[in-house]
């Protein structure tokens, strides 16, 4: 009993230490250049064996630290949400059948985010993303209401005669692209003003207030920082 608590004390010193993360962290990256070019050796077949195989052996070697780390944790493993992922990737990737299915076998590499913590800058990017996100909700909420009452007036005012316009979907998503600014002018509006010429009017406003959404966005969460910055000096 004492050689076995000694054995998984070992395992657990591997699997935790620097190194092991480092050399797992090689192995994915080489798996994600692995899949990439299988995807572009699809009519070279040495080239293509070559990638599968890299990646079988990779594949392999996720297997291995997989084992050993439930060994090292025992039934302690399930409890970290990071090692559930990392099972349930693996396990799904090495289903029977899923060699074809490279999009199943990408999820590995999102493996990658839980040593993030590894690398300051990395770190704290992450951090400001995940803090960032409940004014991202909140502006999605809002463009989705916003392009919905633009769609709804765009059918209204333009569904009878021009076909980006002829139903809700198809207007909330011409209203999209004139949100993104992708060659709306030229695909979108030029063809509108032919039959109304002020339609420039109606495209004008989405155009600014969208700008204005945008604007108050990014304040919002210029001040967050900002305020939150300012917690932390005022606490040390």
Do not use: H
Request: charged share 15%; net charge positive; with cysteine.
């Amino acid at each position: 009993m004492i050689d076995i608590v000694e054995e998984r004390r070992k395992a657990k010193q591997v699997v935790e230490s620097d190194n092991f993360d480092y050399l797992i962290m090689f192995v994915i990256c080489l798996d994600a250049i692995a899949l990439g070019m299988l995807t572009i050796g699809l009519y070279d077949i040495e080239f293509f064996k070559t990638m599968f195989l890299i990646d079988r052996m990779c594949m392999a070697i996720f297997i291995v630290e997989m084992l050993i780390k439930m060994y090292a944790y025992g039934p302690r493993f399930f409890k970290s949400g990071w090692n559930v992922f990392d099972f349930s990737v693996i396990a799904i990737s090495s289903l029977p059948g899923t060699d074809y299915l490279v999009i199943l076998r990408t999820f590995r590499l999102f493996r990658l985010l839980k040593y993030v913590s590894k690398f300051s800058k990395l770190k704290n990017l992450v951090n400001i993303m995940l803090l960032i996100i409940p004014n991202m909700l909140a502006m999605c909420a809002i463009l989705t209401v916003f392009v919905y009452v633009f769609g709804v007036m765009g059918v209204v005012l333009f569904g009878e005669d021009v076909s980006a316009f002829s139903n809700l979907g198809s207007s909330m998503f011409s209203m999209v692209q004139a949100f993104t600014l992708d060659g709306w002018a030229s695909t979108i509006v030029r063809p509108v003003m032919r039959i109304y010429p002020y339609a420039w009017i109606f495209f004008m406003g989405f155009v600014v207030l969208s700008f204005w959404l945008i604007i108050s966005f990014v304040l919002s969460v210029l001040t967050m920082l900002v305020k939150k910055d300012f917690r932390v000096k005022s606490r040390l």
